[in-house]
């Protein structure tokens, strides 16, 4: 055997003892690798039930917001104020399952049956309300305040579904109820102090709000104002007492425009007044902060633009009016091309085609006043019940929509036709 064989079979072995020790070492590894993976998957498992869930893990449907009208039974009812006037409805869910979040401000809609004044035949009436208490897993909460007709207008009836509610709305009784929505409500994004202001039953979002950043002890400044005319009329008096001596940051303002001969400024009320720009910059450090203002179309109209012009962003008001009436804030231009004589509105499925009177205001009230028969709820583009398709021509908005309307649709509560309009209603 030459030395070149010899040196060849030497250098074999050694290529394969190296082969033997990679192939051993990789298997080691591999075993330990396995067993690596095994440890953390099971520690995963173990650990899982109090970690977040993974962000691709969708939340569970119970607790999304439904579409359409969800059953809810009435839990309970209480009587808010000295009057009887007010009352609070406890919802739950029938199906039991557990309730969205919503944000602080919005609001329910419900679809009512209630017989009509005139044929005294039932019929479907879609209205809004507040809630009144911050978000629970359990149950939502309205507050209602009955609604009698006007002074001196025996003739006016009173507010249809507030009675409806106070005189048919018992304990066990079922609604047909939309999820919260509504676009007045808290901003969170910006921490800046809060000035919450309700005038009467304008309160109740201001009650979620409030309670929503109290309950989770929020860091920010917050004033209430609450205008009312005396004591008979005010709801939660001493829950808002109890929440002002036991939270440093919450600094609250009763305001009674006509108290009674017994109330005490000073002990019953802080303030013998409406709420007007006057108390705030008497009782308000000079710094910025976020205004949230819910009340009837009197205080809404002086108030608002009266923050404007004593300085306050409008960017820094968020408002909300109930009732029919709305504030008109941020006004867009009305562009006429057809003269208001030349112009008719067709609503196709009704088959009637009737000419504009401006004197109307809406195209809700065009049609209510011509017996057509159209969902409606807030009455003031929030809601989204009166969204109607249009199938020809366009519209113009008396303002700004807070309900997201559809593509080649318009709320026909806040909306004139600009020219020649056919409606698919």
Same mark, same amino acid.
């Given at each position: 055997?030459?030395?070149?064989?010899? *040196?060849?079979?030497?250098?074999?072995? !050694?290529?394969?003892?190296?082969?033997?020790?990679?192939?051993?070492?990789?298997?080691?590894?591999?075993?330990?690798?396995?067993?690596?993976?095994?440890?953390?998957? +099971? &520690?995963?498992?173990?650990?899982?039930?109090?970690?977040?869930?993974?962000?691709?893990?969708?939340?569970?449907?119970?607790?999304?917001?439904?579409?359409?009208?969800?059953?809810?039974?009435? =839990?309970?009812?209480?009587?808010?104020?000295?009057?009887?006037?007010?009352?609070?409805?406890?919802?739950?869910?029938?199906?039991?399952?557990?309730?969205?979040?919503?944000?602080?401000?919005?609001?329910? /809609?419900?679809?009512?049956?209630? %017989?009509?004044?005139?044929?005294?035949?039932?019929?479907?009436?879609?209205?809004?309300?507040?809630?009144?208490?911050?978000?629970?897993?359990?149950?939502?909460?309205?507050?209602?305040?009955?609604?009698?007709?006007?002074?001196?207008?025996?003739?006016?009836?009173?507010?249809?579904?507030?009675?409806?509610?106070?005189?048919?709305? =018992?304990?066990?009784?079922?609604?047909?109820?939309? +999820?919260?929505?509504?676009?007045?409500?808290?901003?969170? %994004?910006?921490?800046?102090? !809060?000035?919450?202001?309700?005038?009467?039953?304008?309160?109740?979002?201001?009650?979620? /709000?409030?309670?929503?950043?109290?309950?989770? &002890?929020?860091?920010?400044?917050?004033?209430?104002?609450?205008?009312?005319?005396?004591? %008979?009329?005010?709801?939660?008096?001493?829950?808002?007492?109890?929440?002002?001596?036991?939270?440093?940051?919450?600094?609250?303002?009763?305001?009674?425009?006509?108290?009674?001969?017994?109330?005490?400024?000073?002990?019953?009320?802080?303030?013998?007044?409406?709420?007007? !720009?006057?108390?705030?910059? *008497?009782?308000?450090?000079?710094?910025?902060?976020?205004?949230?203002?819910?009340?009837?179309?009197?205080?809404? &109209?002086?108030?608002?633009?009266?923050?404007?012009?004593?300085?306050?962003?409008?960017?820094?008001?968020?408002? #909300?009016?109930?009732?029919?009436?709305?504030?008109?804030?941020?006004?867009?231009?009305?562009?006429?091309?057809?003269?208001?004589?030349?112009? /008719?509105?067709?609503?196709?499925?009704?088959?009637?085609?009737?000419?504009?009177?401006?004197?109307?205001?809406?195209?809700?009230?065009? *049609?209510?006043?011509?017996?057509?028969?159209? #969902?409606?709820?807030?009455?003031?583009?929030?809601?989204?019940?009166?969204? /109607?398709?249009?199938?020809?021509?366009?519209?113009?908005?008396?303002?700004?929509?807070?309900? %997201?309307?559809?593509? &080649?649709?318009?709320?026909?509560?806040?909306?004139?036709?600009?020219?020649?309009?056919?409606?698919?209603?």
């Amino acid at each position: 055997m030459t030395t070149g064989t010899v *040196a060849l079979i030497i250098i074999g072995a !050694i290529v394969a003892q190296v082969a033997v020790a990679m192939l051993l070492g990789l298997y080691r590894r591999r075993s330990q690798y396995r067993g690596l993976g095994e440890h953390v998957s +099971a &520690e995963e498992t173990t650990s899982t039930p109090q970690t977040a869930m993974p962000s691709v893990v969708e939340p569970a449907v119970s607790t999304l917001a439904w579409e359409g009208f969800r059953e809810f039974t009435v =839990q309970r009812r209480v009587m808010e104020d000295g009057n009887s006037t007010i009352c609070s409805f406890y919802l739950v869910p029938v199906d039991g399952k557990p309730l969205p979040n919503f944000k602080p401000g919005q609001f329910l /809609t419900f679809k009512l049956s209630i %017989d009509d004044p005139l044929t005294h035949q039932p019929k479907a009436v879609v209205r809004c309300y507040s809630l009144s208490d911050t978000p629970r897993p359990d149950y939502y909460r309205i507050t209602v305040k009955r609604v009698p007709a006007p002074d001196g207008h025996p003739d006016i009836p009173p507010g249809l579904s507030s009675n409806f509610f106070h005189d048919h709305v =018992q304990e066990g009784s079922r609604l047909l109820v939309k +999820a919260p929505s509504g676009h007045f409500h808290l901003m969170e %994004d910006e921490p800046l102090p !809060i000035v919450l202001i309700g005038g009467g039953i304008g309160i109740t979002p201001m009650l979620s /709000t409030l309670n929503f950043i109290l309950e989770r &002890e929020i860091n920010r400044e917050l004033w209430l104002y609450y205008g009312v005319r005396n004591g %008979d009329e005010v709801i939660m008096k001493e829950h808002l007492q109890l929440l002002a001596k036991t939270h440093d940051n919450f600094h609250l303002h009763f305001c009674y425009s006509d108290p009674h001969e017994s109330e005490v400024e000073g002990v019953d009320y802080q303030h013998s007044d409406r709420v007007g !720009i006057p108390l705030l910059r *008497a009782t308000l450090k000079l710094m910025r902060y976020q205004f949230y203002v819910c009340g009837p179309k009197q205080m809404m &109209e002086s108030l608002v633009p009266g923050l404007e012009n004593w300085g306050v962003d409008s960017g820094d008001i968020y408002y #909300e009016s109930f009732g029919p009436a709305t504030l008109i804030k941020h006004e867009k231009p009305v562009k006429k091309t057809t003269s208001a004589q030349s112009i /008719t509105v067709t609503f196709s499925k009704s088959r009637k085609s009737i000419p504009w009177d401006t004197a109307v205001g809406s195209l809700l009230e065009l *049609a209510e006043v011509n017996g057509i028969e159209v #969902e409606s709820g807030c009455r003031a583009g929030s809601c989204g019940c009166c969204q /109607t398709a249009i199938k020809s021509g366009e519209v113009d908005y008396n303002q700004e929509a807070d309900a %997201d309307v559809e593509p &080649e649709h318009c709320l026909l509560c806040i909306s004139t036709p600009r020219g020649d309009l056919i409606l698919e209603a």
